[in-house]
């Protein structure tokens, strides 16, 4: 894999994308600090629905827990705010990157931050695989609330063979189905709701990454 910036996210990273949205009953902070106990590698911050000052408000509380914990703290969408509260990067979807072109984000982070691209099919993948962004999702995987779509396994294989950085696989997974893509050889994963929404998320959070140091202890 070539990490050409900040190396962040090594082979079984977990990834946690937060979100109000599909929270539970703790607030979002709490889910945050247990799903760091549990293990968790990587947190983003994504909420549609909140003001800019709440935005920058909890993406700071976010910021200063992920640092202190050595966990990555990325932003959704928002370049500009991933500079103002001091993330280590930024999440882009692909309509994101008609608003703020790659270059663009690059200049308004930095050339020591993360940038991430969300890839919808195996096209969308081949053409961000080139762009100079450091990690790139691919997905949705399995049915998920989140989206009214998904693309199945089918490329999965195709993806691995190919990329030319670390790619993180999204949408529906659970403890139902993760071993599809762990048997596929899939290192890299993020969740939103089956980790949010646990009824223990500390428990629920170190299953996941066990199970993915176990699959790369075996080597599958």
């Known amino acids: 894999m070539l990490q050409k910036y900040k190396p962040f ?5 977990l990834y ?18 247990q799903a760091i106990a549990g293990g968790v590698d ?17 993406g700071k509380r976010l910021a200063s827990l992920c640092k202190k914990n050595g966990v990555t703290f990325i932003v959704n969408d928002d370049p500009l705010l991933a500079k103002t509260v001091e993330a280590d990067g930024v999440h882009l979807g692909q309509e994101d990157i008609r608003q703020y072109p790659i270059n663009l984000v690059r200049q308004i982070i930095g050339k020591d931050k993360i940038i991430g691209l969300s890839t919808h099919s195996l096209e969308q993948f081949r053409l961000a695989n080139q ?5 790139l999702a ?3 995987i399995f049915s998920t ?9 089918g490329d999965v294989s195709k993806v691995l063979q190919t990329a030319l950085k670390p790619v993180v696989f ?4 659970n403890t139902d189905n993760l071993d599809v893509l762990l048997a596929a050889g899939v290192s890299n994963i993020a969740l939103i709701r089956d980790i949010m ?13 066990s199970r993915l140091m176990m699959n790369k202890k075996t080597g599958r």
Do not use: C
């Open 145 to 153: 609330k989140t989206k009214n779509y998904h693309i199945g396994t």
């Open 131 to 135: 762009m100079d962004v450091d990690y």
């Open 16 to 33: 946690l994308v937060l979100s109000e949205e599909y929270g539970g009953a703790l607030p979002l902070l709490r889910i945050a600090e």
């Open 170 to 173: 999204i949408g529906g997974i």
């Open 197 to 209: 929404q646990a009824e223990d998320i500390i428990a629920r959070t170190k299953w996941y990454k």
């Open 42 to 58: 990587i947190l983003q911050m994504r909420e549609k629905y909140k003001s800019h000052e709440e935005l920058i408000n909890l």
């Open 9 to 13: 996210m090594t082979d079984n990273s």
């Open 138 to 140: 691919f997905g949705p």
